[in-house]
């Protein structure tokens, strides 16, 4: 490293011109490279310490390395040697055998969520056959009215599709959570006089919320209320 002034400036073959005037600081590696720079920097390479790079990527049609050192490096060598050591021992494998311990546990991860979507399939089913032997029938249309509270609503709709899927169903539903009640509607293909966006506003309107759809499905929502009040604006709905 040297100081010097503007009038020496023209004869150094800095990497990028320096944007400050009057006597500037110079690292220079002899034969390689040359900067005008204000910050940080050692006299040898040997005060920097321990290296340790964290990470190459390509930027700009160079590469662009992250890397920390000194006390830095000690304490990122020590929290992923902790890390390893531990993730190990939860294991009980040894580090070299850690990455095939985690492939097989997420073999073994996708075969019970593979086990759990065939479980909750049928689970599905079974339900919509109860809730299908228990529906009152109304002029030949079988009407499916339902509450739950603090379900799934991605599994009502599940449950609503398999329903659907059956002649002469009309389905009313609702979840109530803490603060809200949603609501569904739907028919089946075969019921074309009956919309589900006209009955699930019919049902809106004893709540006082909104919502809406298509002929055959139909969602809303409301403010949250007792489940005695959406199950008789439920019923009410269904009197078509």
Not at 52 to 66: A, D, H, I, M, Q
Request: with cysteine; net charge neutral.
């Amino acid at each position: 490293m040297k100081i010097v002034g503007e009038d020496a400036i023209a004869t150094i073959p800095l990497r990028k011109p320096p944007t400050v005037k009057g006597e500037i600081r110079v690292v220079w590696v002899e034969g390689y490279d040359a900067s005008a720079c204000g910050g940080t920097h050692v006299g040898a390479t040997g005060e920097v310490g321990l290296i340790k790079v964290t990470s190459l990527e390509r930027y700009k049609g160079g590469v662009r390395v992250g890397f920390v050192c000194g006390g830095r490096a000690l304490r990122h060598y020590q929290t992923a040697l902790h890390t390893l050591q531990a993730a190990s021992l939860a294991l009980s494998v040894g580090p070299d055998d850690l990455v095939p311990a985690i492939a097989r546990l997420e073999d073994e991860a996708k075969a019970l969520r593979r086990d759990v979507r065939r479980l909750r399939e049928t689970v599905l089913d079974d339900e919509a056959g109860v809730l299908w032997t228990g529906a009152r029938v109304l002029d030949g249309v079988r009407v499916v009215v339902a509450h739950w509270a603090g379900r799934d609503f991605a599994e009502v709709r599940a449950l609503a599709g398999r329903l659907r899927e059956r002649n002469s169903a009309l389905l009313l539903f609702a979840v109530t959570d803490e603060d809200a009640v949603r609501l569904l509607v739907a028919r089946s293909d075969d019921l074309e006089t009956l919309h589900a966006g006209a009955i699930l506003r019919s049902a809106l309107d004893d709540l006082g919320g909104r919502g809406g759809g298509s002929a055959t499905l139909a969602q809303g929502g409301t403010s949250a209320q007792s489940p005695d009040a959406v199950l008789a604006a439920l019923q009410r709905a269904a009197q078509v």
